[in-house]
């Protein structure tokens, strides 16, 4: 996993006098969508994520609203905004997310390429950076 490999993905969406109409389908995203959730009322000065996904790569959408996301590979750290409905942040298996600065009102939209299995959460960032370690030292 590389920090390199994440990217915005533009979502087809239709405007007209009477708003903007998102959708989201299949064949817009690397990966075929098994799980959906999303984020909402996180209170001020909240945050969500500070983990990684053993096995499972996801794209990020704010739907309403702002949140700022921190990227990590265990060697670089990058911070994205999401402010545009139209657009997903894809992210690669086993990069280490943090989410926060939600403005209220905020949606984030989170779709993924598996269920959830919390065995597969990463959640110890001294563990996380183990596990890059390992995986790095082995190619």
Partial sequence: MSLNETRWIDIRHNDDARGTLTALEGDEFPFPVRRIFYMHGVPPGGERGAHAHRHTQQCLIAVAGAF???LSDGAATTTYVLDDPNRALYLPVMTWAHL????????A???????????HVVRSWDEYRRLVQETTSTR
């Fill in 68 to 70: 700022r996301v921190d």
């Fill in 100 to 107: 926060r600065d939600f403005l209220p009102g905020t949606v």
């Fill in 109 to 119: 939209l989170a779709l993924c390429d598996t269920v959830y299995n919390p065995a």
